[in-house]
């Protein structure tokens, strides 16, 4: 079976700044593929050009098993798009936009928009333009989903959305898969994407840094830990603390009467909760790190290549 | 499949309460101005305000004419009050057609579903068409109903013919807003350079009416083309005419074709 998206050393350049780098990248029908990087990585660029928004400078795109340039508006009509920035600035209601836009890309079966409304929680009475950003984005997921298209290419698709509504939107997402619909979505928040792809790509500052499942990216192997506890000579814990596998920018202060002990890790957790046991545990928080810290110390310049790197 | 110009009955749609208001305002104009001619220019009261006036005056104003209704037809609507508001019309919807789409943001989401690049700035280019010559036709239409009321005594046809060159100049000024707009997809720029089509083609032609050594210049001024012979007492031009609305047209085509030829805006 071909894939559902080719891109073959796609280079764009804007003026003298490239944008996106030869890239190389296929999705495979039927499945959910995320594009992470950081802000400016070149995930918008790369998805604008599969709709024809944008030309590359130079490689090959296939869209469906066509060049987007040439499969034109009937080519379009097979794909759900949101672009990265959605702006709804009309003064007509969600209902008159919907509605031209399933006579341009229908067609849309019978109340499967109001259905899709009512899922998400957006009303289409309104006008779009008084509509808040994230009832916006409810109405750009909607003209995306709405006639079933075989592709979807959602450019950071749950932004603005409520946490509610983003569990709401990667059930869509799978469902979609489930229908046979191919998916490539781009996101700046990793968990979004460990939720709901299949694959994954890493772009930093216009290349893939890194393919291939989820799991084996590492990239939520990085931690930020901050603990309270008990203790009173932080030379101790600190000692204690630094001779663990994976824990770096170690960093104890006194906190009132207890200690409070910050620190990054990476890889496995396991000894450091072990080491942690031994103590009384106020307060615990774990967090991963944004994306592109994780990005630049996994595939950044002085990051080692094993492992995830492909 | 799809429907039938979707881009074109969407700007219909959207645009058809702004057209009310502006036939509004073009009427109210021809309303003022029209009835006055009998008890101003016709018994000559005018006339001799306007040799009070210097002559290069009333040239740049084209009030030369002012004495018989046809000229004080053409110096006060079709030369002036209304090349003025069919201008701001078209500057306006020829800016906000491609620029304005692409700056709100509305053309990416409408250029990622089935709608072609080309098709897009074709429909556009008709829907503001289409809006100018319903401004032309109920121009014509209301200076023929007010013809005999206001003892303009225009030949009616001269009408027609003086209707489809105002319409011809907006339509002009329009399209290369359009162009610009799907060149640069600026609104600025789509804007400046339908103001100033319009602008300097009035400009041209007032200065070359002030001295035989600028007469050269109407030929670079499409007001010119289709006013420098009255209009609405000798009939309008036609070469003149066929030029206005012949640039126009290839304007738009222009427009198609720089559209599809570059990336969107982001």
């Known amino acids: 079976m071909s894939s559902a998206i080719d891109i073959t050393a796609l280079h764009k350049r804007y003026g003298h700044r490239t944008a996106v780098h030869d890239l190389d990248l296929h999705v495979q029908p039927g499945t959910i593929y995320g594009l992470i990087g950081p802000n400016g990585a070149g995930k918008t660029t790369t998805l604008r050009t599969l709709v024809d928004i944008i030309r590359p400078t130079s490689g090959q795109v296939r869209v469906l098993g066509e060049d987007p340039r040439h499969g034109g508006a009937r080519l379009r009509r097979r794909i759900g798009f949101v672009p990265g920035e959605l702006r709804l600035e009309g003064r007509v209601t969600g209902h008159r936009m919907l509605s031209f836009y399933a006579e341009t890309s229908g067609p849309v079966s019978r109340g499967y928009t109001s259905e899709l409304a009512e899922r998400l929680g957006v009303d289409l009475s309104r006008p779009v333009r008084s509509l808040s950003k994230g009832n916006k984005q409810k109405v750009g997921l909607i003209q995306a989903f709405m006639h079933r298209p075989e592709l979807l290419i959602l450019d950071e698709p749950t932004s603005g959305l409520d946490p509610l509504v983003q569990r709401e939107f990667l059930a869509m997402l ?31 500052a216009g290349r893939i840094v890194a393919q291939g499942d989820v799991a084996s990216l590492r990239l939520g192997s990085v931690r930020r830990v901050r603990v309270a506890l008990d203790a009173h000579d932080p030379d101790a814990l600190h000692r204690r603390f630094t001779g663990i596998p994976g824990v770096t920018e170690l960093e104890v202060t006194p906190h009132g009467e207890a200690l409070q002990l910050a620190a990054t890790v990476e890889g496995g957790i396991d000894p450091f909760v072990k080491a942690l046991a031994q103590e009384t545990v106020h307060d615990l928080t774990i967090e991963e790190p944004d994306l592109e810290e994780s990005v630049l110390r996994l595939y950044g310049p002085a990051a080692d290549h094993e492992g995830g790197a492909r | 499949m799809s429907a039938v110009m979707p881009v074109f009955r969407r700007s219909i749609r959207e645009s058809w309460r702004g057209l009310i208001g502006w036939s509004l305002g073009i009427a109210a104009v021809l309303f003022l101005y029209l009835p006055l001619y009998p008890s101003f220019g016709a018994n000559g009261q005018l006339d001799s305000v306007i ?11 084209g009030y030369d004419q002012i004495a018989t209704g046809a000229g004080y037809a053409q110096s006060t609507f079709f030369g002036l009050m209304g090349f003025l508001l069919f201008t701001i019309a078209a500057v306006l919807w020829g800016s906000s057609a491609i620029a304005g789409a692409e700056e709100s943001g509305r053309l990416e989401l409408d250029l990622a579903h089935g709608i072609g690049r080309a098709q897009y700035a074709a429909e556009s280019a008709l829907a503001v068409l289409v809006r100018l010559l319903w401004l032309g036709a109920f121009s014509g239409a209301v200076v023929l109903a007010l013809n005999d009321p206001a003892e303009l005594g225009i030949h009616p046809p001269h009408i027609v013919g003086a209707s489809l060159a105002l319409t011809g100049l907006a339509f002009l000024s329009a399209m290369a807003g359009l162009l610009a707009g799907a060149l640069t997809g600026r609104k600025a720029w789509a804007t400046g350079v339908a103001a100033a089509v319009a602008v300097l083609g009035y400009v041209f032609q007032a200065l070359a009416k002030q001295s035989d050594d600028l007469e050269w210049l109407n030929a670079l001024s ?11 007492k000798e009939g309008v031009e036609v070469g003149g005419l066929l030029l206005v609305w012949g640039i126009a047209i290839v304007l738009a085509l222009a427009s198609a074709l720089a559209l599809s030829r570059r990336d969107l805006r982001g």
């Open chain 1, 174 to 204: 799978r469902e979609a898969r489930d229908a046979g619909q191919t998916v490539l979505l781009s996101s700046h928040v990793l968990s979004e994407i460990q939720q709901a792809a299949d694959e994954v790509a890493v772009l930093a």
């Open chain 2, 222 to 232: 499409p007001y010119a083309w289709v006013y420098q012979q009255p209009p609405l």
């Open chain 2, 51 to 61: 040799k009070a006036l210097p002559k290069q005056l009333v040239d740049t104003i």
